[in-house]
């Protein structure tokens, strides 16, 4: 059975860092994607970052110079280095990783950026 287990959110003030990290166990398959979305109060879910097994990153603009992703394929394990942080970047995380049948999920990890 696949899962994701997240780790690395918490309170920060505003200009503060994070860093989150996604373990996924149980697949014997490198997952091509992985990445992070996150969702605020109210709001709908949104991609944060992305990266393939290549190396190819995408960023939604909002996190573009702050945030930074990266992997290690041999652990099935990714990491969002989180900088200059903002009171909007304040949202539950979810990371997840696709394979050729499906998508999993991790639990989600509250980040607070306030003062």
């Known amino acids: 059975q696949v899962q994701f287990v997240e780790s690395g959110g918490g309170l920060v003030q505003p200009g503060g860092s994070l860093r989150l990290s996604c373990a996924a166990s149980g697949s014997r398959s490198i997952f091509y994607v992985m990445g992070w979305y996150r969702q605020a109060l109210g709001k709908q879910r949104e991609l944060v970052a992305s990266m393939g097994t290549g190396g190819m990153t995408n960023y939604r603009d909002s996190v573009k110079g702050r945030f930074t992703i990266s992997r290690d394929n041999a652990k099935n394990t990714a990491y969002l280095q989180m900088n200059s942080l903002k009171p909007e970047d304040t949202a539950v995380y979810y990371c997840?990783?696709?394979?050729?049948?499906?998508?999993?999920w991790g639990q989600g990890t509250q980040v607070t950026v306030s003062s």
């Open positions: 997840y990783g696709d394979l050729v049948s499906r998508t999993y």
